[in-house]
C-alpha cells in the first residue's frame, strides 16, 4: 500500500464545475505539498500547508492532520487547469533518516470548454 | 532570479554508455534533491544534497548511480552503464532550507536505446 494516495486518479470537468481532488496519507508528516504538472512535464508548486487552508486565486487546499487527509479544490475550473495534480508529503522516510517528499500517483484532470 | 535549471533537457543513450545529469539551483538555496518519474508512475526520492555533502542517498540504486553538489558548480547526477530500465524523466528541485517548499527543474528526460 502507498504512504500517499490520491483520488480520483483521472477526472474530466466542464469548464466552470468545482473541482476536488483528494489525499489521504499514513505515515507522520511535517507539511503536505500540492503540485502540478503540464503536458510539457515541468512541475509548479501549487502549495505547501501544515494545517488549515490555503487559498490562491481559484485554487484551495485544506489539510485535517488528525484524519490525514487534504484536498484540492479548484472554483470556476477552465481548460487551462488541465494537467496532473500530485500530493506529497514531507516525511522522515526510509533509512536515510531525513526528512523527504513521498508522492502521490497523481490525479490527471482534464477540463473540456 | 532565475529558477531551477537543468541540462540537458532531452538525453539519448546507447545501453553501456554513461550519463551525466545537471542541476543548478535557485540562487540562493543549499539545498538539493534528485528525484526519478518512471513511465507511468509517481514520482520517488532518490538523493538530498546540500553543498560538497551527500545528506540522504536511500533513493538511489545501490549500483551505477551516483551524485554529486560540488562547491562550486551544479549538481550532478550520474549513471554510469545505462540500461533500458533507466528511460525516465529525472526531476532536480531546491530550497533554501529543508522546511521551506522546494521548486523544481523543468527536468531530464533520458531515454536509453
Known amino acids: 500500500k502507498n504512504e500517499v494516495e490520491q483520488s480520483p486518479q483521472n477526472l474530466t470537468a466542464q469548464e466552470g464545475e468545482f473541482i476536488t481532488i483528494n489525499c489521504s496519507y499514513s505515515?507522520?508528516?511535517?507539511?503536505l505539498h500540492w503540485l502540478q504538472q503540464h503536458p510539457g512535464g515541468g512541475i509548479v508548486s501549487l502549495f505547501m500547508?501544515?494545517?488549515g487552508k490555503k487559498k490562491h486565486g481559484r485554487l484551495i487546499a485544506t489539510i485535517n492532520i488528525q484524519e490525514k487527509h487534504s484536498s484540492l479544490h479548484i472554483t470556476a475550473s477552465h481548460p487551462r487547469d488541465s494537467a496532473v495534480y500530485i500530493c506529497?508529503?514531507?516525511?522522515?522516510?526510509?533509512?536515510?533518516?531525513?526528512?523527504?517528499?513521498?508522492f502521490g500517483k497523481g490525479t490527471k484532470l482534464t477540463v473540456n470548454p | 532570479n532565475a529558477g531551477v535549471m537543468q541540462n540537458p533537457r532531452h538525453l539519448v543513450r546507447r545501453r553501456g554508455q554513461e550519463a551525466r545529469l545537471r542541476c543548478s539551483p535557485m540562487?540562493?538555496?543549499?539545498?538539493v534533491y534528485w528525484y526519478r518519474q518512471l513511465p507511468e508512475e509517481g514520482l520517488k526520492f532518490m538523493v538530498y544534497?546540500?553543498?560538497?555533502?551527500?545528506?540522504?542517498e536511500s533513493g538511489m540504486p545501490k549500483e551505477r548511480f551516483s551524485a554529486e553538489f560540488p562547491k562550486e558548480g551544479p549538481s550532478i547526477l550520474r549513471i554510469q552503464q545505462v540500461v533500458r530500465g533507466d528511460s525516465a524523466a529525472y526531476f532536480c528541485?531546491?530550497?533554501?532550507?529543508?522546511?521551506?517548499?522546494?521548486?523544481f527543474g523543468p527536468g531530464t528526460r533520458l531515454l536509453v536505446l
Open positions: 528541485a531546491s530550497s533554501r532550507t529543508i522546511k521551506e517548499t522546494q521548486y
Open positions: 505515515v507522520g508528516i511535517s507539511a
Open positions: 500547508l501544515s494545517s
Open positions: 506529497a508529503v514531507r516525511s522522515v522516510i526510509g533509512q536515510g533518516g531525513s526528512e523527504k517528499l513521498v
Open positions: 540562487k540562493g538555496h543549499s539545498h
Open positions: 544534497l546540500q553543498k560538497e555533502n551527500i545528506i540522504d
